[in-house]
């Protein structure tokens, strides 16, 4: 079992063209935090001879052979203090000739192990080539170690390879201008690793780095941050053996076996893509469960909607979409056992054998010619899921999704659904379902993304079971303390929009938060439109999807990788 030890993340700022002096000062400033007692040392990307390279022949000069003296240099550092240092730096293939945006691990013994960033932002694409390392781990004296690098963390699937290989420790190098450092939170939580960020805190060229290097917990609990100016150490405490049980408990529920498609790569060349920009108007409905009494919960919505319409009728427009929290008028889905599920239990595909739920639904879609996602307890052959239905504006099925990562609660009565569904519906685009705890694993959300989703549409029943509000700085995410982290992050990640209802209060502690989660509040291109954690109410807001904006799922989809980098997430086990 690994002891707990000190880890300290350097904000240091490289000056342009000074190679020699940023190797100096980034060694005197990594030797102050081994002798303050670090064992574990992160720099940030690239933190030798900055980032904005124009092509090969301009990064030439500086890059680096590893190993080579420059980690001969530090792997002395290392020896001296008994630390370990993880470097970023532009790296040459002494082979091929090729260049690299690269992370080297130094150590007591010397020279680790390297890796090449896996997922390249637009700018070291003119210089740099794809890292053809994976995600490797190295197991050290102070625990499971990997790398990762910036433009990496709005891909999931780097920080989880890293788990799947058991992990405890992501060394994050970043030059981040904050759309990196607000997905750490996440990657951490939904993967049960530390997270230990460096970033600059300058600017170079036009491009201004946030600083705020930070240390995450495995459970996404913030143990230390940096200021968003000037040159720090930031330092924590951290135990790798501490959260090993809660990472394998999180792995152990995934489904590998539904996730085939995130092996596929269509963009940008995607016939089947939604071009089109839709302007709808949803509701979004948040109010406290009633265990076993429907009849009370179908009360509240429709005075809930009564409310909508008044504010439909303010902005001139008629509704397009209605979204209910998961199994929306059973009661605390956490508190649904298989005897009360047999008693709920509606038949979705046979209207004629509808019960109260699907008929109510169905009315509430009529009455207001509106677009109905809600959720209940479906049977079908004996079997009971927990079902998210898309009604159509005329009361009719479009489209149903059976919920594949189950709840412990979910897992006493529910059987796990074995596909996920986008549906294009007039008006809306392209529409994606999810339920609750799908949220928890961004898969889920990728897989709807490469299925080219422009909206997904999410009946919740979120109790904030960890630390759930987004905690990095509110200078660098403008929804600090009052969004959902994996919400927040399944929309940004995946550059879709994300309508979210949610409960309220009741005896497990709904955390509310329902909404529209949007795109990319980090760099104002939208906002998210939000009710707070402890109000019931309706949201009604308009929403526009906007396939041109520069951020799309083509570019998205483009950055993804092409090749064998993510099959090991197709494997069990």
Known sequence: MNQAFLAAALQFNPIWHEFDKNVERLYAMAEQAAQAGAKLIVTPEMALTGYHFQDRAEVSQYTVVVPGALTDLFGRLARQYGCYLVLGLPEVDRNTGLYYNSAVLVGPQGYIGKYRKTHLWENEMHWAVWGNLGIPMF??????????ICMDAYFFETFRLAALQDADIVAFLTN????????????????????????????????????????WDPSGRLLTEGSTKGEEIVRALI??????????????????????????????????????????????????????????SMETVTRLMAQAEQQVQSVKRKLDLI??????????????????????????????????????????????????????VEVQDDRFYNTAVFLGRDGKVLAKYRKTHLSLAD?????????????????????????????EFPEVATILAVKRADLVVMPSAWAGEQPSLIGVS???????????????????????????????????????????????????????????????????????????????????????????TYYPLLLPG
Not at 259 to 273: F, G, S, T
């Open 139 to 148: 197991a050290t004296k102070i625990g499971r170690l990997a790398m990762i």
């Open 176 to 215: 981040s201008s904050g759309g990196a450092l607000a997905n750490l939170q996440t990657r951490a939580a939904e993967n049960g690793l530390y997270v230990v960020s460096a970033n600059r805190s300058d600017q170079e060229f036009e491009h201004a780095m946030k600083g705020a290097s930070a240390i």
């Open 239 to 296: 135990d790798p053996g501490a959260f090993r049980h809660r990472r394998r408990q999180l792995l152990d529920r995934r489904r590998p076996e539904l996730y085939r498609d995130l092996a596929l790569h269509i963009a940008p060349w995607n016939q089947r893509k939604n071009d089109i920009s839709h302007d709808l108007v949803a509701a979004v409905c948040q109010y406290e469960p009633v265990l076993d009494s429907p009849q009370v």
């Open 323 to 376: 979204v209910l929290p998961e199994l929306s008028f059973c009661g605390p889905p956490a508190l649904v056992d298989r005897e009360l599920a047999d008693h709920l239990a509606e038949p979705v595909e046979d209207e004629a054998s509808w019960g109260k739920n699907m008929v109510f639904a169905s009315e509430l879609a009529e009455s207001y010619q509106a677009n109905v996602v809600f959720g209940l």
């Open 411 to 439: 897992s006493a009565w529910a059987t796990a659904g074995q596909d996920f569904q986008v549906v294009e519906v007039d008006g809306l685009g392209k529409v994606g379902l999810a339920i609750g705890c799908d949220s």
């Open 474 to 564: 509110p200078e660098v995410h403008p929804y600090s303390g009052r969004g959902m982290i994996y919400w927040d992050s399944r929309a940004r990640d995946n550059c879709f929009y994300l309508a979210v209802a949610n409960y309220v209060g009741g005896s497990p502690g709904y955390q509310g938060l329902s909404g529209i989660y949007g795109i990319d509040p980090i760099y104002g291109l939208d906002q998210h439109m939000l009710l707070t954690s402890g109000e019931e109410g309706v949201l009604v807001t308009k929403v526009q999807t906007r396939p041109e904006h520069w951020y799309n799922q083509d570019n998205f989809m483009a950055c993804r990788r092409a090749d064998q």
